[in-house]
T-cell receptor, first 114, second 113 residues
Framework: AQKITQTQPGMFVQEKEAVTLDCTYD???????LFWYKQPSSGEMIFLIY??????QNATEGRYSLNFQKARKSANLVISASQLGDSAMYFC???????????FGTGTRLLVSP | EAQVTQNPRYLITVTGKKLTVTCSQN?????MSWYRQDPGLGLRQIYY???????DKGDVPEGYKVSRKEKRNFPLILESPSPNQTSLYFC????????????FGPGTRLTVL
């Protein structure tokens, strides 16, 4: 079974609007963490936000917030007030227990239009 | 500036010609790892290292070797590259106690003809 599922291959949003990128995960480890990375066309992986399984509050970093619903095993990324520079590929990833690796989803390509 | 560097950034080579992609970090991190990214598959881990002289296989280690002789360096070696190793490769590092951060290098785009 896929550990990280991103069901939206592509998303379109207009500038200044909010957008939600979906991510569901599967793990039986009680200690885990969810990451979101942005990959612009230049190729680098840019860390956006992190949510630990024991964190009581949803993580926020500037215009990025993580809608963490533990019972539903979802960790959706919300980008508020989209900007043209937000156009990129977005990856959800998970670490389990000892954090020997990150398991990545297949990504969602976001296109922000003027 | 804290960073992970990779060289080369772009490489075109031919089947069977041994190559090494270097990775270096200046943050004194114990943990380093290599991933490959392929369209529709996300990133998959090749090898990782929890400290000097300690390395272990990830999910897709076939055809690759690594070494960790110094803390800052973690080279990826392709002894006999094949076209199915054409991919975008990322090196990553983190401070071992930290579970909320992993730093990625800029990526190496490899084409094997």
């Amino acid at each position: 079974a896929q550990k990280i599922t991103q069901t939206q291959p592509g998303m379109f949003v207009q500038e200044k609007e909010a957008v939600t990128l979906d991510c569901t995960y599967d793990t039986s480890d009680p200690s885990y963490g969810l990451f979101w990375y942005k990959q612009p066309s230049s190729g680098e992986m840019i860390f956006l936000i992190y949510q630990g399984s024991y964190d009581q509050q949803n993580a926020t970093e500037g215009r990025y917030s993580l809608n963490f619903q533990k019972a539903r095993k979802s960790a959706n990324l919300v980008i508020s007030a989209s900007q043209l520079g937000d156009s990129a590929m977005y990856f959800c990833a998970m670490r389990e227990g000892g954090f020997q690796k990150l398991v990545f989803g297949t990504g969602t390509r976001l296109l922000v239009s003027p | 500036e804290a960073q992970v560097t990779q060289n080369p950034r772009y490489l075109i080579t031919v089947t069977g010609k041994k190559l090494t992609v270097t990775c270096s970090q200046n943050m004194n991190h114990e943990y380093m790892s290599w991933y490959r990214q392929d369209p529709g598959l996300g990133l998959r881990q090749i090898y990782y290292s929890m400290n000097v002289e300690v390395t272990d296989k990830g999910d897709v280690p076939e055809g690759y070797k690594v070494s960790r002789k110094e803390k800052r360096n973690f080279p990826l070696i392709l002894e006999s590259p094949s076209p199915n190793q054409t991919s975008l490769y990322f090196c990553a590092s983190r401070d071992l106690p930290r579970i909320d951060t992993q730093y990625f290098g800029p990526g190496t785009r490899l084409t094997v003809l």
